[in-house]
């Protein structure tokens, strides 16, 4: 499966912004995708995942509330809303995926990854 993440960009502090993730290959398996988030220095950290055919998701806690995981299945288009969001968001953000439907928050555990999209958020 081969994944292009877009929508990044500079948002000011208290703003939304929508990332996409275009998914395309053989989506006809059983996926869980993610969405992860690495900061200059930092290590790649979980931001959300969603079961694919089922809907199940999980959103990490530094995210919760503010942060929503969507796909739609009949454009294969993953998405991450973001609102409210926070110069500690900034990062460049990376979907993922894995097949299964397992919703795993470890970055080795996915086998498929975007290219990755920037997000800059100023205060």
């Known amino acids: 499966v081969q994944l292009q993440a877009s929508g990044g960009g500079l948002v000011q502090a208290g703003d939304s912004q929508r990332l996409s993730c275009a998914v395309s290959g053989r989506t006809n398996r059983r996926y869980v995708m993610g969405w992860f988030r690495q900061a200059p220095g930092k290590e790649r950290e979980f931001v959300a995942a969603i079961d694919w055919s089922g809907g199940r998701s999980l959103t990490a806690d530094s995210v919760k509330g503010r942060f929503t995981i969507s796909r739609d299945t009949a454009k294969n288009i993953l998405y991450l809303q973001m609102n409210s969001v926070k110069p500690e968001d900034t990062a460049v953000y990376y979907c993922?995926?894995?097949?299964?439907?397992?919703?795993?928050?470890?970055?080795?555990?996915?086998?498929?990854w975007g290219q990755g999209t920037q997000v800059t958020v100023s205060s």
């Open positions: 993922a995926a894995r097949e299964g439907i397992s919703l795993m928050t470890l970055p080795n555990e996915y086998d498929y």
